[in-house]
């Protein structure tokens, strides 16, 4: 069956689903959910009306439509579905969501198979990539279920990992690139054994620094003092089961390290010249630390953490970046942002309140935030000059390689 086959079928089941759940008697007092539903209506209808219209204007239209809508549709759609299923048949629950997490991994292929290789220019590419992950991470997914395993699971975002590690293989394939989300560098005279060793101590000391700024006392204790004693994933500050707070951490692993894997691909392959790896990293690290003021819809943050957290995901992005740029491996930054979300997670309410004495010291939490970032992207600037950038230059030509080029 061709994808555009494929693809039709998927669109018209879900825009019959979409009819179905907009005339649902317990949506149709929801003014909200009538207004959502009539535009999914709409827009999927378009979409099938455009996608099979030749011409212009219906091929630009269908190609928005694949890129920017779809891919929250589709998702939304597919949780909606499940969701359904186990309220009707609650006794099958933990088997629907099994089948969700797997068909929840697949949902976006037809249409990436079909429409996303069209897409030459990098700049449309980002914008596609940053579509699908928004999609994922908003379109809601399964409602909560009675509590089991698979519906922590699902809540930690364990499905939008798989489905964003599956997405990016599909990705490179449609744009001819090989997928080598890990790949053994070549033997290089610019390797540094040394530079390798101290970028892994460097940058688990940094998180260890970032994430326990509030129980050191002195500027010296920066360098030693970590009180693992105020974590424990039983008595998580957030609330959360020890599951919840072991899953939910390699969600955001795996999910935001594989984005950024993607990005950076799309940038390097688009960009020749001088600066084109300063800029991978710049950009990569920007969208991934942009992505995080959904957290104001998602977790309720206010503006003003999340400002905060924005501000620290642009240096730690940066550091992801040069490290899996300099190693080929991605499971290395992902071990670290485990790491790093790990101890977030996992802080007790112990924890809440202290702030050691670096406020003694003159240190305005403010300041003290210039300064973890200062360090970070420091790490991220010492790691673009000399032998370490040539180094990551030759893993770019290599991560960029085409499909069927004989490297």
């Not at 969501?97 to 069209?118: A, C, D, E, M, R």
């Not at 930690?156 to 080598?180: E, P």
């Not at 006392?217 to 994933?233: C, G, N, R, V």
Request: net charge positive; with cysteine; aromatic share 14%.
């Amino acid at each position: 069956m061709k994808h555009k086959q494929l693809l039709n079928i998927q669109i018209f089941f879900n825009l019959i689903w979409a009819i179905y759940e907009l005339l649902n008697p317990m949506n149709m007092h929801k003014q909200v959910g009538v207004y959502i539903y009539g535009a999914i209506i709409i827009l999927l209808a378009a979409f099938l009306i455009t996608s099979n219209i030749r011409g212009k204007l219906s091929s630009i239209i269908t190609s928005a439509l694949s890129v920017i809508v779809l891919p929250y549709i589709l998702l939304m759609l597919c949780g909606s579905f499940f969701s359904k299923l186990c309220e009707v048949l609650p006794n099958f629950r933990i088997g629907f969501q099994v089948i969700y997490f797997l068909v929840l991994s697949v949902t976006l292929i037809p249409n990436i198979l079909q429409n996303y290789g069209k897409l030459n220019n990098w700049i449309y590419r980002l914008v596609s990539v940053l579509a699908i992950c928004e999609g994922m991470l908003f379109n809601g997914g399964m409602a909560p279920q009675a509590h089991s395993i698979m519906t922590t699971v699902i809540k930690s975002g364990l499905d939008l990992a798989f489905a964003m590690l599956v997405t990016s293989y599909f990705l490179m394939k449609v744009w001819n690139i090989r997928y080598r989300i890990n790949f053994i560098p070549k033997n290089s005279k610019n390797f540094q054994l040394s530079v390798l060793i101290i970028l892994i101590i460097a940058f688990t000391w940094y998180i260890l620094v970032d994430t326990f700024r509030d129980t050191i006392d002195t500027p010296l204790e920066a360098f030693w003092k970590f009180d693992f004693s105020i974590l424990d994933p039983s008595q998580s500050v957030e609330g959360l089961s020890s599951l919840a707070v072991v899953l939910m951490p390699i969600f955001a692993a795996v999910f935001e390290e594989t984005m950024r894997y993607v990005n950076l691909v799309i940038v390097l392959k688009g960009l020749k010249g001088r600066f084109r790896l300063e800029l991978a990293v710049l950009i990569s690290a920007t969208i991934f630390a942009l992505v995080h003021y959904g957290n104001i819809v998602t977790h309720q943050q206010s503006f003003v953490e999340t400002n905060y957290q924005v501000a620290g995901s642009l240096g730690f992005g940066g550091m992801m970046a040069v490290l899996y740029l300099y190693t080929g491996q991605i499971w290395l930054p992902m071990l670290l942002h485990f790491l790093n979300d790990y101890i977030l997670f996992a802080h007790t309410p112990l924890s809440t309140g202290t702030a050691g004495n670096f406020y003694g010291y003159g240190i305005s939490p403010i300041v003290l935030e210039i300064i973890i970032i200062g360090i970070s992207i420091l790490f991220t600037i010492l790691m673009l000059f000399g032998k370490r950038r040539k180094y990551m230059e030759e893993n770019a030509d290599k991560l960029i390689e085409p499909i069927h080029s004989a490297f």
